[in-house]
């Protein structure tokens, strides 16, 4: 799946745009969904369902308030609350726009209060591409599977360098969606390769190949959104294919 919100977000002023079918879910990842907020508006929470969702701020300011935890964030950030969000408010000049991913909460259980952690490519840590890429890629986990109360695995932030990729891989047990913030790059999914710039939203399902490639001229800044099946270990295949060779096509949908 890829979806360009640029053609997105003209609909999705009044309520969230859903993102994801779910004929295309087979872990307890619920919905993912578009919404941007004029200033001084007032998003209001998606479901009463016991979910744990993240709120990934592209553009704009967001006041995310809980109780006594007040959060407001600048964009690009992301802020991860229990099963039943309060009112997300944007305070700024200009219009808010945000993705929302929610997860199913096994249970009635505690959920860890709301945090928030902003994009910011200086924390990153540079090493050597995964999965069989090229160059070199800074990551950073924003959250680990231990800090969430549902099958959420990871949110990470990644910049790839120029001439750059993670290498074509897929995952058993695991779902997962790319949401590029900065640059523009080719994605392949399933052997199809497209071009992707800010605001491009992709889905890898299990056992679907992928990977992404930069080249250039500037860095490619991407967030990974993962969710596992519970009970089971997800892991990890390289497909040996640095991706760098492959040539876009038409867009996948």
């Given at each position: 799946m890829?979806v360009?919100?640029?053609?997105?977000w003209p609909?999705?002023?009044?309520?969230?745009?859903?993102l994801l079918?779910p004929?295309?879910?087979?872990?307890?990842w619920?919905?993912?969904?578009?919404?941007e907020l004029?200033p001084?508006a007032?998003?209001?929470?998606e479901s009463t369902?016991p979910?744990e969702?993240a709120?990934?701020l592209?553009?704009?300011?967001?006041?995310y308030?809980?109780?006594?935890t007040r959060l407001?964030?600048e964009?690009?950030?992301?802020?991860?609350g229990?099963a039943?969000?309060?009112?997300?408010?944007?305070?700024?000049p200009a219009?808010?726009?945000?993705l929302?991913?929610s997860?199913d909460l096994?249970g009635?259980?505690p959920?860890?209060?709301?945090r928030a952690?902003a994009a910011?490519?200086?924390?990153?840590?540079w090493r050597?591409a995964i999965?069989g890429?090229?160059?070199?890629?800074?990551t950073r986990h924003?959250w680990r599977?231990?800090?969430?109360a549902s099958?959420?695995?990871?949110?990470?932030?990644?910049?790839?360098?120029v001439d750059?990729?993670?290498?074509?891989?897929?995952?058993?047990?695991l779902?997962?969606a790319?949401?590029?913030l900065?640059?523009?790059g080719?994605?392949?999914?399933?052997?199809?390769?497209?071009a992707?710039?800010?605001?491009?939203?992709?889905f890898q399902?299990?056992g679907?190949?992928?990977?992404?490639?930069?080249?250039?001229p500037e860095?490619?800044?991407f967030?990974r959104l993962a969710?596992a099946?519970p009970?089971?270990t997800?892991?990890t295949v390289?497909?040996?294919?640095?991706?760098r060779?492959?040539r876009?096509?038409?867009?996948a949908?």
């Amino acid at each position: 799946m890829h979806v360009d919100l640029d053609f997105i977000w003209p609909g999705a002023a009044t309520a969230p745009v859903p993102l994801l079918a779910p004929s295309l879910l087979t872990t307890p990842w619920a919905s993912l969904t578009a919404t941007e907020l004029a200033p001084g508006a007032v998003g209001g929470a998606e479901s009463t369902a016991p979910r744990e969702v993240a709120h990934v701020l592209l553009a704009g300011t967001l006041e995310y308030r809980d109780g006594e935890t007040r959060l407001q964030l600048e964009a690009p950030a992301v802020v991860v609350g229990g099963a039943a969000p309060p009112p997300l408010r944007n305070p700024g000049p200009a219009a808010a726009r945000y993705l929302s991913a929610s997860v199913d909460l096994d249970g009635p259980g505690p959920v860890p209060a709301p945090r928030a952690e902003a994009a910011n490519p200086a924390v990153l840590q540079w090493r050597d591409a995964i999965h069989g890429g090229a160059g070199r890629l800074a990551t950073r986990h924003l959250w680990r599977p231990q800090e969430f109360a549902s099958a959420w695995t990871f949110i990470d932030h990644a910049v790839l360098g120029v001439d750059a990729s993670v290498g074509y891989h897929y995952h058993d047990a695991l779902e997962e969606a790319f949401v590029v913030l900065a640059g523009r790059g080719r994605m392949t999914i399933a052997d199809r390769t497209f071009a992707v710039g800010p605001g491009a939203v992709t889905f890898q399902g299990i056992g679907a190949g992928h990977g992404i490639y930069n080249p250039g001229p500037e860095e490619l800044a991407f967030l990974r959104l993962a969710v596992a099946r519970p009970g089971e270990t997800y892991t990890t295949v390289d497909l040996d294919d640095d991706l760098r060779d492959r040539r876009a096509g038409p867009a996948a949908s």
